[in-house]
């Protein structure tokens, strides 16, 4: 059975030196959701301008519906200046104000959460208080059973001690990388005076720290080209990852958490859920850009060569 699966969230162009990319959280995830075989749709906001257009478009030979992509009069399509070093690391400076900060809670939002089996969200569409209060009534508008993965995804100052917080407790899956993990654990105060190990306790205690104290199912903490680790309540999975050629980070976790997401909804193991995330996130990383193309139209012909 499809799945209905949202990414909820900033829609913007990742502009590059050499090349302009559809990006931003929700939409990448979207993307790889849907090449897994679910219906990934992204609810999102776009100026009336060129570039709004244009992501409509791209989103359209994505494959992925328009219909939840609201359009602003008065406030511009989102864009990052994006620069990558040598070793395929992304970093990002991000416009404001941009059309996403002003998502509006509508009944055609409403009815899309309703039917939601699962909803992506992440910090950095909550940076203004409009978007941040649409994504709480998208969130509480889903059903008992859906699943709410918490994306964290620090960006600039972004984010805040209560944010994180508020966002923990709403969610059922928090998904971070190492580089978050010690950053969240001191600003939620959750570091003892005698911890002498980086800052955050370990990252396997920290996740079960997170997981008891927010009532998790799943912490999820991503370690780069050294895999991961999954921490739930019945016990966790460690992987070491894929050795790939990296092209360029751009939207490799956003499609690490739609894989995972996918297999957590498809019943699937902690080791498997870790195996495939890992798999589809090093495809990504493998491939300019963030919504790469798979070969010869099918994703398992991607995943096939690097596994």
């Given at each position: 059975?499809?799945?209905?699966?949202?990414?909820?969230?900033?829609?913007?162009?990742?502009?590059?030196?050499?090349?302009?990319?559809?990006?931003?959280?929700?939409?990448?995830f979207a993307y790889i959701t849907s090449l897994m075989g679910d219906r990934g749709v992204v609810a999102s906001r776009v100026g009336a301008d060129a570039r709004g257009q244009e992501a409509r478009r791209r989103m359209d030979a994505l494959g992925l519906p328009v219909t939840f992509l609201q359009t602003?009069?008065?406030?511009?399509?989102?864009?990052?200046?994006?620069c990558v070093d040598g070793k395929g690391q992304a970093?990002?400076?991000?416009?404001?104000?941009?059309?996403?900060?002003?998502?509006?809670?509508t009944t055609q939002w409403q009815d899309l959460a309703r039917g939601a089996d699962a909803v992506c969200f992440g910090s950095l569409a909550q940076r203004s208080a409009q978007s941040r209060e649409t994504i709480r009534n998208f969130l509480r508008a889903t059903s008992r059973d859906a699943l709410r993965i918490f994306d964290v995804n620090l960006r600039g100052d972004f984010y805040s001690r209560e944010l994180l917080?508020?966002?923990m407790s709403l969610a059922d899956i928090v998904k971070l990388n190492d580089e978050e993990l010690p950053r969240i654990m001191k600003l939620g105060g959750l570091v003892h005076s005698n911890d002498h190990s980086g800052g955050h306790g370990g990252e396997?205690?920290?996740a079960e720290k997170l997981l008891r104290l927010y009532d998790l199912e799943l912490v999820c903490i991503t370690r780069g080209n050294r895999g991961s680790l999954l921490v739930g309540k019945s016990g966790s999975s460690q992987h070491a990852g894929f050795r790939v050629q990296v092209a360029?980070?751009?939207?490799?976790?956003?499609?690490?958490?739609?894989?995972?997401?996918?297999e957590y909804l498809h019943g699937a193991t902690l080791d498997g859920m870790n195996e495939v995330a890992n798999l589809v996130g090093a495809w990504v990383a493998s491939q300019p850009g963030a919504t790469p193309a798979p070969k010869q139209g099918a994703l398992e012909n991607s995943l096939a060569e690097i596994s």
């Open positions: 059975m499809k799945k209905t699966v949202v990414g909820l969230g900033e829609i913007l162009w990742d502009v590059l030196p050499n090349a302009t990319h559809l990006g931003g959280a929700p939409a990448n602003d009069k008065d406030h511009p399509t989102g864009t990052a200046q994006a970093s990002f400076v991000i416009a404001q104000p941009a059309a996403w900060d002003f998502m509006e809670w917080a508020e966002s396997k205690s920290s360029d980070t751009i939207g490799a976790g956003d499609a690490f958490t739609a894989g995972l997401t996918h």
